[in-house]
């Protein structure tokens, strides 16, 4: 009798439909980093549904455009090898997903790809138990989990005092860390926003500043850190190209800072090579980036035992929960409204949060799904 019911729950487990769709959302107002300029944002979304209807959903963010080639990954790499496999063998199906992409994937669009499924997964399976996605990951924080709130950025007519009165409804709002944009002016230009900034938040608050890979050279990121330090960042986040690891090690030698980078790295290997070469006190490892739920967790434990924090980037109706379950995980990047993270336009149910704290959802997996009449007016393509 017992054999017969584990081979039914395997046989409702199989995966019987895998489909993918690309969206694309103009922002309202064209917003800049150190290097570059950003009008749209395009997302990509999964659905896996198995035998016995229960649902999983995944999502990534494409680029600003060709974030169609992310959706050709899912239904043509990756469909194929799904169909017909049980949805709980989530670290069998990555292997074989990882090994049979190698030519086309181990990072960038067929890596997303490859993170979107395994989310989706990781997703089906906790609502199939009827657990909190955290819960089912085997939660670690009980109600709410730290956050900072994500903005500064760069839009046309924000001066100093803008950004420090921006900066200042985000400590109103219960938030005890702030991130700004940083590395697009020159040092004289920059360190009149920082000195704003901190002016306008008080020095209990944390400052964050993100250059978003603004620098090419040593020299560069020393003389601007020498304008920041006195402003006391808690980090500095991107200085240089993701593949300049030797640069960001250089640097976390020569400043007070703590260096943070990661947010577009994928798999372990790359996450070992920051690690062994202390090019990072802080990870900013995304979960829809690096190879899904089940890398980001490999590579959290190997950062654990280097004694290096993860703090992920984007997405925080995802991060919450990998936060609630990582004993070595800090922050959780949260956007307060629709402007940057137009993503928040797609699901039907925003995150709660409370006095600075993200409140863990209490909903069966991810606790969130897609809103269909959204995905209608902003999508690409159809689901297929």
Request: hydrophobic share 40%.
């Amino acid at each position: 009798m017992h054999n017969n019911n584990v081979s039914d729950y395997a046989n409702d487990s199989r995966i019987v439909a895998v489909e993918a769709r690309t969206i694309s959302i103009p922002l309202d107002n064209v917003t800049s980093f150190s290097t570059r300029k950003v009008s749209a944002r395009d997302y990509v979304l999964v659905k896996i549904r198995t035998a016995d209807g229960h649902q999983g959903i995944g999502f990534c963010y494409g680029g600003s455009r060709g974030g169609v080639m992310v959706t050709h990954a899912v239904r043509e790499l990756f469909k194929p090898l799904l169909i017909g496999q049980s949805a709980l063998r989530v670290e069998g199906l990555w292997q074989e997903m990882y090994q049979d992409s190698l030519l086309h994937g181990r990072a960038g669009s067929v890596m997303r790809a490859l993170s979107i499924i395994d989310v989706a997964l990781w997703d089906r399976n906790a609502r199939a138990a009827a657990l909190p996605l955290s819960q089912h990951l085997g939660g670690y924080a009980k109600e709410t989990v730290p956050a900072y709130a994500s903005g500064g950025y760069y839009v046309d007519g924000k001066t100093p005092e803008k950004l420090g009165e921006e900066l200042a409804g985000y400590v109103e709002l219960g938030f005890k860390a702030v991130k700004i944009k940083v590395g697009r002016f020159g040092p004289k230009e920059e360190e009149t926003r920082i000195k704003a900034a901190r002016a306008a938040i008080g020095d209990d608050v944390l400052l964050m500043l993100d250059a978003n890979n603004a620098w090419s050279d040593l020299p560069t990121a020393l003389e601007y850190m020498k304008r920041y330090e006195p402003y006391d960042p808690y980090w500095i986040e991107e200085p240089f190209s993701p593949d300049d690891i030797e640069n960001h090690a250089q640097l976390a030698k020569r400043t007070s800072v703590a260096v943070a980078t990661g947010e577009i790295e994928a798999g372990r290997w790359r996450h070992q090579e920051l690690l062994e070469k202390r090019a990072a006190m802080i990870l900013q490892t995304d979960a829809a980036v690096c190879g899904g739920i089940s890398e980001w967790r490999r590579i959290a434990a190997m950062a654990a035992g280097f004694g290096v924090t993860m703090c992920p980037h984007w997405f925080h109706d995802l991060h919450v929960h990998l936060v609630a379950t990582t004993p070595n995980a800090a922050f959780v990047e949260y956007f307060s409204d629709d402007q940057v993270l137009n993503f928040r336009r797609l699901v039907d149910t925003q995150l709660s949060f409370d006095n600075g704290n993200l409140v863990v959802p209490k909903g069966a997996g991810l606790g969130f799904g897609f809103d269909d009449k959204a995905l209608d007016q902003y999508a690409v393509d159809k689901w297929a």
